[in-house]
T-cell receptor, first 116, second 113 residues
Framework: GAVVSQHPSWVICKSGTSVKIECRSL??????MFWYRQFPKQSLMLMAT?????????EQGVEKDKFLINHASLTLSTLTVTSAHPEDSSFYIC????????????FGSGTRLTVV | GESVGLHLPTLSVQEGDNSIINCAYS??????FIWYKQESGKGPQFIID?????DKRQGQRVTVLLNKTVKHLSLQIAATQPGDSAVYFC????????????FGKGTRLHILP
C-alpha cells in the first residue's frame, strides 16, 4: 500500500533556530502534499498545500515566511520552521494522495517538535 | 456514555459492545468523507471512506452512515476491542474544488474491560 515517511519523528531545538521536517512518498509520486499541525487533545489543522515545482498554498493565518515549504521532487516535500519559538511546539503531520482526487489520503507518522 | 472534555469528547464503551461515533461536518458542498483513527503519538490511519452519492458503506467491522440532509456522519464499530481505543476523526473534502482534507473535532474512544 501507499506509504508516506516522515523524518524526524521527534526533534528538540532551541528558540531562534530553524528545524526542517521531511515528508517522502515511498512507493508513489505525489504532485501535492499537505502539512498539518496538531496541538495536544485537538484536531489536525491544515497549514498548507505543497505543490511540486511551484509555490505552496497557505491556509489563512499561517505565516508563509515562518513555515517554509519546498516540494522539489515528486516524492519529497519539506517543511522548515524558521526562528522557532516555544509556541511552535506541536505535532506536525504530512499527507499525500496516491491516486486520483477523492480516493484516499495517506498520512505520515508525524514529527513532534519541542522548542526550548 | 459520552462526555465532553476540554477539547475532545470521550465515548466509553464496554468491550464487545458496538460503538457509534458521530460527526457533524461543516460544508454542504463536501462530497467525499473519510474516517481516520489516530493512536497516541502517531499519524492518522485510514479506516473507511464514503462518497456523497452513497448513504452507507460497510467495511470489516465498521460501517459509515452519511446523512446529507443534516450534514451528519457516523462510524459504527462492531464488537469493540481494546485495540480500537484511539481518537477518531471524520474528514471532508470537496473533490471538484481541491484536494484539501479538512478534519472534524474528533472523539476519543475508551474501551472499558
Amino acid at each position: 500500500g501507499a506509504v508516506v515517511s516522515q523524518h524526524p519523528s521527534w526533534v528538540i531545538c532551541k528558540s531562534g533556530t530553524s528545524v526542517k521536517i521531511e515528508c517522502r512518498s515511498l512507493d508513489f509520486q505525489a504532485t501535492t502534499m499537505f502539512w498539518y499541525r496538531q496541538f495536544p487533545k485537538q484536531s489536525l489543522m491544515l497549514m498548507a498545500t505543497s505543490n511540486e515545482g511551484s509555490k505552496a498554498t497557505y491556509e489563512q493565518g499561517v505565516e508563509k515566511d515562518k513555515f517554509l515549504i519546498n516540494h522539489a521532487s515528486l516524492t519529497l516535500s519539506t517543511l522548515t520552521v524558521t526562528s522557532a519559538h516555544p509556541e511552535d511546539s506541536s505535532f506536525y503531520i504530512c499527507s499525500a494522495r496516491p491516486g486520483q482526487r477523492g480516493y484516499g489520503y495517506t498520512f505520515g507518522s508525524g514529527t513532534r517538535l519541542t522548542v526550548v | 456514555g459520552e462526555s465532553v472534555g476540554l477539547h475532545l469528547p470521550t465515548l466509553s464503551v464496554q468491550e464487545g459492545d458496538n460503538s457509534i461515533i458521530n460527526c457533524a461536518y461543516s460544508n454542504s458542498a463536501s462530497d467525499y468523507f473519510i474516517w481516520y483513527k489516530q493512536e497516541s503519538g502517531k499519524g492518522p490511519q485510514f479506516i473507511i471512506d464514503i462518497r456523497s452519492n452513497m448513504d452507507k458503506r460497510q467495511g470489516q467491522r465498521v460501517t459509515v452512515l452519511l446523512n446529507k440532509t443534516v450534514k451528519h456522519l457516523s462510524l459504527q464499530i462492531a464488537a469493540t476491542q481494546p485495540g480500537d481505543s484511539a481518537v477518531y476523526f471524520c474528514a471532508e473534502n470537496i473533490r471538484v474544488r481541491d484536494d484539501k482534507i479538512i478534519f472534524g473535532k474528533g472523539t476519543r474512544l475508551h474501551i472499558l474491560p
